[in-house]
């Protein structure tokens, strides 16, 4: 009778279906044999997650000791779940072309599917766990299989790709376990032992009698940790490579979710340090190296050959700046760095869209070989030069937006640290430019005898360019007018973050 | 008289881990440094179990068994096995002298005793003293993975890293999901076993010298 009462309690909250329904789906896309069916049902299964994440809006379900949503979570939970599911449309696109190229054996794709759907369930179990440990077991578990995904090819390179991920990425999570642990060992003398002590609704109110010094030093271990995952440098390595060598879908989602959740919780740690008010300013650390992340990426930029790896770099640059934003602190810059970070959520895996496309129509992954996209695809070509020009920065699009905000925050505080950031930001900008410049316009290559082209459907066409041009709306929507609830609703959590 | 006893006693398991550790640098053959890993994973075994009978917290038992079977039976021998049938090189290769590993090695210990001790001054006895060794134990994981160049003893400073963090959380009076965050780790840890095996990296790199790795920076063409 009470496991029955318990499940019907959890029936009625929709944090339960958030996580059950990915992983239901991936232990069921695991044994299913069939790859189209399995592409669609992973269609659907990502958009019923997003559907669920959407009830939360309507009905906030009460915090308990092992989940729970607030003013901060819930917006990323909604950003995960509605990427997690454009993507998933894209990765059906992109999974039937790579089939016909006979480059996926059909255990590849069942693993694949499984591993997609698992993906999702650990970002989203790492949002709305309110306890740390948990938030913990579900980041280390992204990075499994995340891991497994990048290597999915088995060529050497995404071997080497996955082993460099493996490794950084292990060291970054055990560092950020022993950040956690002295967490707990600054909150249980105040909050006695046991599961209380772990949890983020019960730490943050009692955050001012933990001890400073013990934080100071847990925060140390956590921003490195976490920093990893983030791609900060210069612990940023493993980026680039499992950018590049992955499918491409996973691409979209390490830049659009993983970095994200990763600064997530990042972010929550600095809320009890400020809660706290007697340790270090976290501020200027995060500041470091989000400066430092923004320099060399922008630098790294002008010197790279290969069309992943440059959008690879090009989010170590926006991790960089947003955590900038939030080292910055106060509500104008947590306003622009939660705004950045939808922004380049949104971009950068709309951006990956469209470069999984182009790697496959032209075959390489060389910059040099791709030219002339506005030319030879047009609806393909323009789509990206939008979603290019926005995660450059140019106005109107929303990407331009939040960094103004930034730079001009910046400026208002500390007008020495603005000038480094407007710099960055420039030379980031005229290396993509050169680089749109080439890809975008000019001649188109002699066309080469490409493997799929004439073999893709258009419904696969369509399928693919949907994704990309919907979020290409999105950012420019942004950027011209954002919706007054969704404001009000940055301010609070800006306020939030202190 | 008791609590003196159970304190001393979870110092001297502890800095047997953390003896271990150091033993862990200065090994000059592959299989002796999986011998001292093995070596080391029974004394956090130890160190758990110490740990749940002082703490009345029976769930520490089950780390202390993950520790003792997986760490200190399982992940040896398989890695034992992995290096025979890979043919891989049975000397450790060392991109800093074993006596420079050493003298840093020391001084990350007395770094990690400095930083902890003041930081901890009003916690319990019990926990400082392990903090401050699980600290070094960390530390000296990591120096191990920076300083020894193949695959294996990558794993293994890997592994002696995480040994370092699991005393961490035994230590911690009280800590909820020891249990399943030793699990998790045991799983990440069963993978990149599985990994090196899997694939096959000697076959596809025709070393496991990590360095072969680093050639690869990206854009190639």
Redesign the interface.
Same mark, same amino acid.
């Given at each position: 009778m009470t496991v029955w009462a318990a499940l019907e309690a959890g029936a009625a909250n929709p944090l339960m279906w958030i996580l059950a329904i990915p992983l239901g789906s991936a232990g069921f896309l695991a044994v299913l044999p069939h790859w189209r069916l399995a592409a669609w049902l992973n269609v659907a299964a990502a958009g019923t997650t997003f559907l669920a994440s959407l009830v939360l809006f309507r009905h906030r379900p009460e915090p308990t000791h092992l989940l729970f949503i607030d003013d901060f979570n819930i917006y990323l939970v909604a950003l995960t779940a509605f990427v997690g599911f454009t993507t998933s449309i894209f990765s059906a696109a992109y999974i039937g072309r790579e089939t016909q190229a006979d480059r996926l054996s059909d255990v590849h794709l069942r693993f694949y599917h499984a591993m997609y759907q698992a993906f999702l369930f650990t970002m989203l179990l790492a949002l709305v766990a309110n306890n740390t440990g948990v938030m913990w077991v579900a980041v280390e578990a992204a990075t499994l299989t995340t891991v497994l995904m990048v290597s999915l090819y088995r060529t050497r390179e995404a071997i080497e790709a996955a082993w460099k991920y493996f490794i950084l990425c292990s060291v970054g999570i055990g560092l950020a376990l022993f950040g956690t642990t002295l967490v707990y060992l600054a909150a249980q003398p105040v909050m006695g032992d046991g599961a209380d002590a772990m949890a983020w609704t019960l730490l943050i109110g009692k955050a001012h009698a933990f001890h400073p010094d013990l934080l100071n030093l847990a925060f140390v271990f956590l921003l490195v940790g976490y920093g990893t995952k983030v791609g900060l440098a210069p612990l940023h390595a493993w980026l680039p490579d499992a950018h590049a060598e992955g499918p491409t879908p996973i691409s979209a989602v390490l830049s659009g979710l993983l970095l994200n959740v990763a600064l997530y919780a990042l972010l929550r740690f600095k809320m009890l340090l400020a809660a706290n008010g007697k340790t270090l300013e976290p501020g200027p650390l995060m500041i470091m190296m989000g400066l430092s992340s923004l320099f060399l990426s922008a630098f790294m930029l002008y010197r790279r050959g290969d069309i992943k790896r440059l959008f690879a770099y090009s989010s170590i640059e926006h991790m960089g700046v947003i955590t900038f934003a939030f080292g910055l602190g106060g509500p104008v810059a947590n306003f622009a760095g939660l705004m950045h970070m939808t922004m380049h959520s949104l971009t950068k895996s709309g951006i990956f869209f469209a470069v999984g496309i182009i790697t496959q129509n032209a075959g390489t992954k060389r910059l040099a070989d791709i030219r002339g996209l506005t030319a030879s695809h047009p609806v393909l070509g323009w789509g990206f030069v939008i979603a290019v020009l926005a995660i450059a920065g140019l106005p109107p699009m929303g990407v331009f937006m939040s960094e103004f905000l930034v730079v001009t925050s910046a400026f208002a505080r500390q007008p020495l640290l603005a000038l480094p950031l407007a710099v960055g930001l420039l030379l980031a900008f005229g290396a993509l430019a050169i680089r749109l410049q080439g890809m975008a316009f000019g001649a188109p290559p002699p066309a080469r005898r490409v493997h799929s082209q004439a073999r893709v459907g258009l419904m696969s066409t369509v399928l693919a360019y949907v994704p990309l041009w919907l979020h290409v709306a999105l950012v420019v929507v942004a950027g011209l007018w954002l919706p007054g609830p969704l404001v009000a609703w940055f301010e609070a959590v800006a306020k939030l973050l202190g | 008289m008791a609590q003196q006893f159970s304190y001393d006693l979870a110092h001297l398991i502890g800095a047997t881990v953390l003896m271990a550790g150091m033993g862990l640098l200065y090994q000059r053959r592959l299989f002796a440094v999986l011998n001292t890993f093995a070596f080391q994973a029974v004394a956090l075994a130890a160190a758990a179990a110490w740990q749940a009978h002082v703490q009345h917290a029976p769930h520490l038992y089950a780390t202390a068994a993950i520790a003792l079977i997986f760490k200190a039976i399982a992940v040896p021998l398989a890695l034992h096995w992995l290096v025979e049938r890979l043919g891989i090189h049975r000397t450790v290769e060392t991109a800093l002298s074993i006596g420079w590993t050493m003298i840093v090695g020391v001084a990350l210990v007395a770094l990690s005793i400095m930083? /902890?001790l @003041? /930081? &901890?001054a %009003? #916690?319990a006895a019990l &926990?400082r003293e392990s903090?401050s060794i699980? =600290?070094s134990v /960390?530390l000296l994981g =990591?120096l191990m =993975?920076i300083t020894r160049r193949n #695959?294996v003893t !990558?794993v293994v400073g890997?592994m002696a *890293?995480?040994n370092?963090?699991i005393l961490?959380?035994v230590s #911690? %009076?009280?800590? @909820? *999901?020891v249990v399943?965050?030793s699990i998790?780790?045991s /799983? *990440?840890v069963a =993978? &990149?076993v599985f990994?090196i095996f899997f694939?096959r990296?000697r076959e596809?790199?025709d070393t496991l010298d990590l360095n072969y *790795?680093e050639t690869?920076r990206?854009?190639r !063409?």
């Amino acid at each position: 009778m009470t496991v029955w009462a318990a499940l019907e309690a959890g029936a009625a909250n929709p944090l339960m279906w958030i996580l059950a329904i990915p992983l239901g789906s991936a232990g069921f896309l695991a044994v299913l044999p069939h790859w189209r069916l399995a592409a669609w049902l992973n269609v659907a299964a990502a958009g019923t997650t997003f559907l669920a994440s959407l009830v939360l809006f309507r009905h906030r379900p009460e915090p308990t000791h092992l989940l729970f949503i607030d003013d901060f979570n819930i917006y990323l939970v909604a950003l995960t779940a509605f990427v997690g599911f454009t993507t998933s449309i894209f990765s059906a696109a992109y999974i039937g072309r790579e089939t016909q190229a006979d480059r996926l054996s059909d255990v590849h794709l069942r693993f694949y599917h499984a591993m997609y759907q698992a993906f999702l369930f650990t970002m989203l179990l790492a949002l709305v766990a309110n306890n740390t440990g948990v938030m913990w077991v579900a980041v280390e578990a992204a990075t499994l299989t995340t891991v497994l995904m990048v290597s999915l090819y088995r060529t050497r390179e995404a071997i080497e790709a996955a082993w460099k991920y493996f490794i950084l990425c292990s060291v970054g999570i055990g560092l950020a376990l022993f950040g956690t642990t002295l967490v707990y060992l600054a909150a249980q003398p105040v909050m006695g032992d046991g599961a209380d002590a772990m949890a983020w609704t019960l730490l943050i109110g009692k955050a001012h009698a933990f001890h400073p010094d013990l934080l100071n030093l847990a925060f140390v271990f956590l921003l490195v940790g976490y920093g990893t995952k983030v791609g900060l440098a210069p612990l940023h390595a493993w980026l680039p490579d499992a950018h590049a060598e992955g499918p491409t879908p996973i691409s979209a989602v390490l830049s659009g979710l993983l970095l994200n959740v990763a600064l997530y919780a990042l972010l929550r740690f600095k809320m009890l340090l400020a809660a706290n008010g007697k340790t270090l300013e976290p501020g200027p650390l995060m500041i470091m190296m989000g400066l430092s992340s923004l320099f060399l990426s922008a630098f790294m930029l002008y010197r790279r050959g290969d069309i992943k790896r440059l959008f690879a770099y090009s989010s170590i640059e926006h991790m960089g700046v947003i955590t900038f934003a939030f080292g910055l602190g106060g509500p104008v810059a947590n306003f622009a760095g939660l705004m950045h970070m939808t922004m380049h959520s949104l971009t950068k895996s709309g951006i990956f869209f469209a470069v999984g496309i182009i790697t496959q129509n032209a075959g390489t992954k060389r910059l040099a070989d791709i030219r002339g996209l506005t030319a030879s695809h047009p609806v393909l070509g323009w789509g990206f030069v939008i979603a290019v020009l926005a995660i450059a920065g140019l106005p109107p699009m929303g990407v331009f937006m939040s960094e103004f905000l930034v730079v001009t925050s910046a400026f208002a505080r500390q007008p020495l640290l603005a000038l480094p950031l407007a710099v960055g930001l420039l030379l980031a900008f005229g290396a993509l430019a050169i680089r749109l410049q080439g890809m975008a316009f000019g001649a188109p290559p002699p066309a080469r005898r490409v493997h799929s082209q004439a073999r893709v459907g258009l419904m696969s066409t369509v399928l693919a360019y949907v994704p990309l041009w919907l979020h290409v709306a999105l950012v420019v929507v942004a950027g011209l007018w954002l919706p007054g609830p969704l404001v009000a609703w940055f301010e609070a959590v800006a306020k939030l973050l202190g | 008289m008791a609590q003196q006893f159970s304190y001393d006693l979870a110092h001297l398991i502890g800095a047997t881990v953390l003896m271990a550790g150091m033993g862990l640098l200065y090994q000059r053959r592959l299989f002796a440094v999986l011998n001292t890993f093995a070596f080391q994973a029974v004394a956090l075994a130890a160190a758990a179990a110490w740990q749940a009978h002082v703490q009345h917290a029976p769930h520490l038992y089950a780390t202390a068994a993950i520790a003792l079977i997986f760490k200190a039976i399982a992940v040896p021998l398989a890695l034992h096995w992995l290096v025979e049938r890979l043919g891989i090189h049975r000397t450790v290769e060392t991109a800093l002298s074993i006596g420079w590993t050493m003298i840093v090695g020391v001084a990350l210990v007395a770094l990690s005793i400095m930083l /902890v001790l @003041p /930081v &901890t001054a %009003k #916690a319990a006895a019990l &926990t400082r003293e392990s903090l401050s060794i699980a =600290m070094s134990v /960390v530390l000296l994981g =990591m120096l191990m =993975m920076i300083t020894r160049r193949n #695959a294996v003893t !990558q794993v293994v400073g890997f592994m002696a *890293l995480e040994n370092g963090l699991i005393l961490a959380a035994v230590s #911690a %009076k009280g800590m @909820p *999901l020891v249990v399943e965050i030793s699990i998790a780790f045991s /799983v *990440l840890v069963a =993978m &990149t076993v599985f990994g090196i095996f899997f694939f096959r990296i000697r076959e596809r790199f025709d070393t496991l010298d990590l360095n072969y *790795l680093e050639t690869y920076r990206g854009d190639r !063409q």
